[in-house]
C-alpha cells in the first residue's frame, strides 16, 4: 500500500540545512504515519580528497546544495506536512503560479544515484601518477623547497621515494604523492 504512485520529488531546503532536514523528515517517517506515504529522504553526496597540513582529508560534499531529495506519494496531507518541516522552503515546481510540484523522471533518478556512486569509486583514482625519473619538488614538511628525481613509484600506499641532495650527498626521501609537485 505504501509503494503504489511513489515518486521522486525535491524539496527546496536551505543551504546548509539539509542534513537537519533529512534528519527530522526520516524522524517523522519512522515515528508518525507519514512512514505509510514517504519510503525514502535521500541528500546525494560526494567524497571529496583535500589536503590539510600535508594528510589526505576525505570529506563528504553535498552533490546538490540546497536539495533534499523524497520518494513519496503526494496524497492528502503529505504535501503539506512535507512543505512545512524545519528548514524547509518549498517543493520543487513547475513556473505557473500555484503549480503542483513535479516528479523528477526516472533517468533523472538513475543519472542522479548513478553520478553519486560513481564520485565514490573515482576518489582513490585522483592521485597523481609520477613517473621514475621525474623531477620533483618538495612542498610540505622538513625537505620543503628540495628537488629532487623520483626513484620509485609505490602505487598502493600513494607514495614515491625521492632523491635529494642534502649537503652535497643523495639522500632518498619516502613521501606522499601530495608532498610532492612536478618541476
Not at 42 to 48: D, G, N, R, S
Amino acid at each position: 500500500m505504501a509503494e503504489e504512485k511513489q515518486e521522486w520529488y525535491v524539496l527546496r531546503a536551505i543551504s546548509g540545512k539539509e542534513a537537519k532536514v533529512k534528519e527530522v523528515l526520516d524522524a517523522a517517517v519512522k515515528n508518525t504515519d507519514l512512514g505509510r506515504y514517504v519510503s525514502q529522504v535521500l541528500i546525494p553526496t560526494e567524497k571529496v580528497m583535500t589536503t590539510r597540513n600535508g594528510k589526505k582529508v576525505v570529506k563528504e560534499r553535498t552533490l546538490y546544495s540546497g536539495y533534499v531529495f523524497v520518494k513519496a506519494n503526494l496524497t492528502g496531507e503529505v504535501q503539506y506536512e512535507l512543505r512545512n518541516t524545519t528548514n524547509v522552503i518549498d517543493f520543487l515546481r513547475g513556473r505557473a503560479k500555484g503549480s503542483q510540484p513535479e516528479s523528477l523522471r526516472e533517468s533523472e533518478v538513475m543519472r542522479m544515484l548513478g553520478a553519486a556512486d560513481e564520485l565514490r569509486e573515482t576518489v582513490d583514482d585522483e592521485a597523481e601518477d609520477y613517473m621514475v625519473g621525474e623531477a620533483v619538488k618538495v612542498t610540505f614538511g622538513p625537505f620543503t623547497g628540495f628537488s629532487g628525481v623520483v626513484k620509485e613509484v609505490v602505487t598502493p600506499k600513494q607514495k614515491i621515494k625521492v632523491e635529494v641532495k642534502i649537503f652535497g650527498r643523495p639522500t632518498v626521501l619516502e613521501l606522499e604523492n601530495s608532498q610532492v609537485e612536478r618541476e
